[in-house]
Every structure is written in structure tokens, then in C-alpha cells.
């Protein structure tokens, strides 16, 4: 077990439903059957510590409930996680820098929080010593500590963000979307903190986005998701130099590549479907070139015999024995 | 120059406000042609989306049109009263804007909504009206038109509706067509059909197209020329392929450089230090002189500008003269 040796977060068989039914009366009268939404579906990977796992897909693959559930903001419905560390030194930085900063707070007291929370006896001037600490890891000013989260703009919050989720000193951070906000200039600006910060402190990421470019440049290991399921896990640049799954490929083929612009593409037809009625046998087949009947009746598992578990794909599965 | 459908001339938007007049855009010049789709490109705030608005006379009050000239196809349409404006917006001009839902009326049947479109700009009748929504539905890639057509918004996936507004944008046959983040919602797999869609409608009815977005990597794959805004000035104009490749202003090539590549690995993605201006602090001379590596003396004195009949440029001293020294300002 030399892989798991160092790991800080194992995910295994993780499920998240959602109750979606109607009302109980309408189902009485109206002979509707309940309704339940499988957001994350038997969902499994590992994070080493001091890595950064990325899960990226579409919006309603059950990626940022995967957020939550890693956060304890949600229960899980079946599976487990495993964090093989101090729960109170998991943090999370959310996506919208507007909604997650108290608009009546001061900034020195939104970045205090966590510090009085987690650890009541700190004597107050400790307390705002390490808040102007904070403040100058993530780029800003002591003196900002007085001032409201409105008199900031996006990428700044987004540090004050930052700063809070450094005050209970993690050692494991969730990410759900953390620059989707903002200007892409602003985006590299908080990235590269990030990753600076990533370095200095031996954080691990749990870094959710949509954008597959950001991804690349953050992760060690991306995770793609479709319909609650993860279809590959690669290491980076493996993922980026031989994508196995035809989800995978389809997305790669579909996203604006400015080193190669205007190509002539055919972008990947149809859309993902409602996660209340997921198709049968492999969620993505109705979209997929290389289906075939199997595909449609059975669901493929991530094999420990081909590809080392990285992709769950029966046609992917059938060209690895090709090769072999 | 015929085939000039919108030639936009040293376009001025001032907001006065009780602190003093803002100026959210600052003597902008292009023109799109027939078929041509021209990109604007900016961070938010920079003035791209008040340039569209402007175009379409939605400006809200007390925005206004300060200097300038917009002629649409040689009419002149930024001195319009708002009636004459309506009959323009929709009809020679169509829109296309980010949230498909706001777009729509959640209370009305899609079809419903783009025959009385449809019979607002031309005289057909309800039941031929009703056959040129159905055939509207299928240009735009909507299955099953039959049944959609009767139904309601939300009954519509993100893609979908974005598509009948692209449709209802279609009714009148416009000249010109403004889509300000018109894939800004979308997921990227239904963001290239719309992208693509949006390409396919240009090239077969030679509908001119002003795309406003932040997205880089959107005008790449779509457009074919882009304009950079910084500030509310035009930093740079120029075909597509130019710009992203060899970008000529000093912001340009930070914006780029600030864009994680798919191809590359970089330890440290480029930066640009600070951050826009407000309207209310926009420097002397060049708007980027404080955050820009290259300025000198001329860059704080002078605004470096774009001549209005170019269509290739950059408003930057060190790109049109190869010096910041001071110029014959001195």
C-alpha cells in the first residue's frame, strides 16, 4: 500500500442523493412515483498530501457537491471519506467573493473568525497580529483590516477569502471554483498566490473548476467528471498527452485553444442529460462515438486491469487489450 | 466601403454623476462589414458592453452619447428618438444578450414570443408568421420543432434558450447583429455549438456581428477581428490571428500572457501589477501607463490614439513610434 502511504483524503464509494419527488399530495393524487437525484454516484479517488486533485465537468456533474460532502456541508448517502488528518485544519474558498464575505463585518474580523472559533483562549493582541500577517501573505495591506468587504474589488475579496481560510492554518483546502469570478488578469494573480502559498505551507488542494485550462496549470491529478461519476483520473499530463475516455477527448476537442485558434471544429452535439433520469448502462452513450451495445446495458467500472483504474470506458478497455 | 454595415466613429458615453461626469467610453472607432464578426474583448468595466449598448440606443439614463457618430449601413442612428431607435432594435439590429432567461418571457409559449416578433417587423400573417418561427427554430438547431414551439421557457435547457434567443434575434433579418456574452452561461461543450452556430448564421446570411465578451478564447475561435478595450479606449484592433499572436499593445500581451495555455508549462503565469482603473481615476495619458513596464515620459503626458479609419492599430507610443520620449508635445 506504498500509494496510499502518504494520503490525506481517501474517497471511496462516495453517494450523494437528493430527494426530488413532488409534494406528497400531488404524488397521492396525481400517482407520481418519488423522484431522487443522484448527484454523486459511487464516486472514489485519493489525494496525497501536498498535491493538488482537480475535478472538472460540466455544471451538474456533482463536482461541487463533492465539495461539500469532502466539507461536511452535506451528509453522504453511501460510501466514505477518509481525511487522514485534523478536521479542523480543513478549510474551503467558494466561488462567489461577493456572497462569502459578511457585508457588515470588518476585514479583520472576517479573517479572525475561524482563529476565535478554533481556538477561543488566543489572547486578542495575538489575534491581530496574526490577522496583519495574514493580510500581507495574501497581498494586501494591515491597514485593509479596518475597511468592509465592499470596498474591495472581486480579486481582492477573493484574497481576503484566501486569508480567512488560512487563519485556522489547514493543512487541506477545498476550492470550488475559486477564480471563475474574476478577470482573467485577476485570475493569475490569485493562482499564482495560490500556488505560492501551496509551496510555503505544504497545503493539499481539492481544486473544483470548470475551465480546463486553469486545471492544467494547478493540478497533479485532474479527475473528469459526467453525471456524478468520475469517467478518468489521470495525472496532468498524462490526462492532456493521451486522453482515454471519449468524454474526455470530446472536451478537450470543444475548448478554445488560443496557441490554435479558429480551427474548424464540430463541436460534440447533444447535451448532458437531466441527472434525475441519467441514461442506462454508461451515462455518457448517447453522446458517445465509439458506443456500442454494451455500452447501453451494463456500466463500466474504473478496471484494475487495464489502464490501472484510470478510466471507466468499456471501448477504452477493448483498444487497451487491442494493443496487448 | 459598401459593405460597411457599422461604422462607429470617436463614440463618447459620459455618465454624469454628482462627483463629476465619468466616461465610460472614450473616443471609440471601428467598423464591421458584411459577414464580418468583430470581437470586442475586455476586463469588466473596461466599456465593451456600454460600446454594444450604445450601438443598440440602451444606454440607461443618465448615460448618454456625448461625441461621436453610429451609422448603420450609411443611416445615422445615435440621434434617433426613442421611437425611431425601436424601429431600428430588432429590425436592422438584433440582440443577443448573456442570461437566456431574462431574455424570454417565463409567461409566454417560445413560439408565441417569436411570431409576435415576427409580426412586429414584417406583415406576415399569424399562420405564416407561425411557419417562419418553426423554420427560425430548425436554423438554429432546435429538435423536434413541432412540439417545442409550444413550449414554455423553462421548459428549455441553458443551450436551448439561448439558441431561441439567437432565433428571435434572427426575425427581421437584421443587419447586424450585437451578442454581448452570449455563451457567458454556458458550458463549454454547448458554448462551441453556440459559438459555432453563431459563425455558420454570418457566413450564409452575411448578418455583420458585434461579439462583446471577456472571453479570449472565444473571439479566437470565432471572430475574425478583435478589439481590445482597456479603460473605456480602444487598446488595440486587428484580425484575430494578429493580435493573439503577436499583440502589439503592452496590455494585449499581459492579457494573454495572464490566460493559462493548454500547451504549455509555465511555473508562474504572467501578471499584469494593479488592477483597472475607475472611471473616476483614469490617469493622464495612456490609461496603462502605471501598470505598464514600457511606459515613459510621453505615455504620462499624451493618449495615444487610433487613427478612426484604421482597421489595424495599437494605442500605444511604443508601438507606433518605437519611443515613450517625450513627442512634439515637448
Redesign the interface.
Known amino acids: 500500500m506504498t500509494l496510499r502511504s502518504n494520503a490525506i483524503l481517501e474517497v471511496d464509494a462516495l453517494e450523494r442523493r437528493f430527494d426530488v419527488s413532488a409534494p406528497w399530495l400531488n404524488r397521492l393524487i396525481e400517482r407520481k412515483p418519488r423522484k431522487t437525484l443522484r448527484a454523486v454516484d459511487g464516486v472514489d479517488f485519493v489525494i496525497q498530501r501536498g498535491q493538488t486533485l482537480a475535478l472538472v465537468g ?2 451538474g456533474c456533482g463536482k461541487s457537491t463533492i465539495a461539500k460532502l469532502v466539507t461536511g456541508l452535506h451528509a453522504p448517502s453511501g460510501g466514505s471519506i477518509r481525511f487522514h488528518g485534523d478536521r479542523d485544519r480543513l478549510q474551503m474558498i467558494f466561488q462567489d467573493p461577493f456572497a462569502s464575505l459578511n457585508p457588515r463585518w470588518r476585514v479583520a474580523r472576517i479573517i479572525a473568525e475561524p482563529l476565535r472559533t478554533l481556538k477561543p483562549d488566543t489572547p486578542e493582541a495575538e489575534v491581530s497580529a496574526r490577522v496583519d500577517e495574514l493580510l500581507r501573505t495574501v497581498g494586501l495591506a494591515p491597514a485593509d483590516g479596518v475597511k468592509f468587504p465592499h470596498e474591495f ?3 481582492q475579496r477573493q484574497r481576503i477569502s484566501i486569508a480567512r481560510a488560512l487563519a485556522g492554518e489547514p493543512e487541506f483546502l477545498v476550492c470550488d471554483e475559486p477564480t471563475s469570478a474574476l ?7 490569485v ?2 498566490l495560490m ?1 505560492r502559498l501551496q509551496k510555503e505551507m505544504e497545503l493539499t488542494y481539492l481544486f473544483i473548476s ?1 475551465d ?3 486545471v ?2 494547478m493540478a497533479d491529478v485532474i479527475a473528469v467528471m459526467y453525471l456524478g461519476r468520475i469517467v478518468e483520473i489521470q495525472p496532468t499530463a498524462d490526462l ?1 498527452a493521451n486522453p482515454l475516455h471519449p468524454y474526455t477527448r ?3 476537442d ?6 490554435a ?3 474548424d ?5 447533444g ?2 442529460p437531466s441527472p434525475v433520469s441519467p441514461p442506462s448502462g454508461c451515462s455518457f452513450h448517447p453522446r458517445c462515438p465509439l458506443a456500442f451495445d454494451r455500452c447501453k446495458s451494463e456500466r463500466p467500472q474504473r478496471n484494475p486491469k487495464t489502464h490501472n483504474r484510470r478510466v471507466a470506458c468499456f471501448a477504452a478497455d477493448e483498444g487497451a487489450q487491442d494493443v496487448q | 466601403m459598401n459593405d460597411v454595415v457599422l461604422d462607429v466613429q470617436n463614440l463618447r458615453v459620459e455618465f454624469p454623476t454628482r462627483k463629476g461626469v465619468l466616461t465610460a467610453v472614450d473616443d471609440i472607432s471601428l467598423q464591421i462589414r458584411r459577414g464580418e464578426i468583430l470581437g470586442v474583448v475586455g476586463e469588466s468595466g473596461a466599456g465593451k458592453s456600454m460600446t454594444g449598448m450604445s450601438i443598440l440606443g440602451l444606454l440607461e439614463p443618465p448615460g448618454r452619447i456625448a461625441a461621436g457618430t453610429i451609422h448603420l449601413s450609411g443611416d445615422r442612428i445615435d440621434n434617433l428618438d426613442d421611437r425611431a431607435m425601436q424601429s431600428v432594435r430588432g429590425r436592422r439590429i438584433g440582440a443577443i444578450f448573456q442570461d437566456p432567461l431574462t431574455s424570454l418571457n417565463p409567461l409566454f409559449r417560445v413560439g408565441d414570443q417569436l411570431i409576435e416578433t415576427i409580426r412586429l417587423h414584417t406583415d406576415l400573417d399569424k399562420s405564416a408568421a407561425r411557419e417562419r418561427a418553426k423554420e427560425l427554430m430548425r436554423e438554429v438547431g432546435i429538435p423536434a420543432v413541432e412540439e417545442r414551439i409550444d413550449s414554455y421557457p423553462h421548459q428549455f435547457s441553458g443551450g436551448m434558450r439561448q439558441r431561441i434567443v439567437i432565433a428571435l434575434a434572427l426575425c427581421a433579418e437584421p443587419e447586424l447583429i450585437v451578442a454581448d456574452e452570449p455563451t457567458t452561461a454556458l458550458d463549454v461543450s454547448i458554448q462551441a455549438q453556440i459559438t459555432a452556430l453563431l459563425k455558420r448564421l454570418c457566413r450564409e446570411r452575411g448578418t455583420a456581428v458585434m461579439l462583446v465578451t471577456h472571453d479570449m478564447g472565444v473571439i479566437a475561435e470565432t471572430a475574425d477581428r478583435v478589439a481590445v478595450m482597456y479603460a473605456g479606449r480602444l487598446a488595440e484592433i486587428g484580425a484575430v490571428d494578429d493580435v493573439v499572436r503577436r499583440p502589439q499593445h503592452p496590455y494585449t500581451t499581459g492579457l494573454m500572457g495572464s490566460i493559462p495555455s493548454l500547451r504549455h508549462d509555465v511555473e508562474e503565469l504572467q501578471m499584469i501589477p494593479g488592477s483597472m482603473p475607475r472611471l473616476n481615476a483614469i490617469p493622464q495619458g495612456c490609461a496603462f501607463n502605471p501598470r505598464c513596464a514600457h511606459a515613459g515620459p510621453r505615455c504620462r503626458a499624451e493618449v495615444p490614439k487610433i487613427a478612426c479609419e484604421e482597421t489595424t492599430g495599437a494605442a500605444c507610443w511604443l508601438a507606433q513610434t518605437g519611443t515613450v520620449d517625450q513627442g512634439e508635445a515637448a
Open positions: 460540466e455544471s474589488s472581486g480579486g478577470d482573467v488578469s485577476v485570475q493569475a494573480q493562482l499564482n500556488k470548470h480546463l485550462s486553469v492544467r496549470h492532456f470530446l472536451l478537450l470543444t475548448i478554445p485553444d488560443l496557441d485558434p479558429r480551427r471544429r464540430s463541436p460534440m452535439g447535451e448532458v
